[in-house]
């Protein structure tokens, strides 16, 4: 569930930025930027998955950390 909303909020940011560059920077035609964004909003998710799964990973190692491994020789 964390890969897919790692997906879902990366491409909501990039197409998010894509558009405001667009319109306010480029001062691109409204109707051909909707175009652009409606294809990047089927192809950047599906291309952007495998990241999101290791960003996702990164992310719940950092918060929860893996548990410390004791030899069997430690005391506990």
């Known amino acids: 569930m964390g890969a897919i909303l790692a997906n879902v909020v990366t491409t909501e940011l990039v197409i998010l930025f894509v558009c405001f560059f667009c319109l ?23 291309a952007f998955y495998h990241h999101s799964w290791s960003l996702w990973l990164g992310f719940d190692y950092i918060v929860e950390s893996l548990p410390k491994y004791k030899g069997p020789n430690r005391q506990r």
């Open 24 to 46: 306010l920077i480029i001062g691109a035609n409204y109707q051909s930027v909707l175009i652009v964004l409606f294809i990047m909003a089927l192809i950047f998710p599906v």
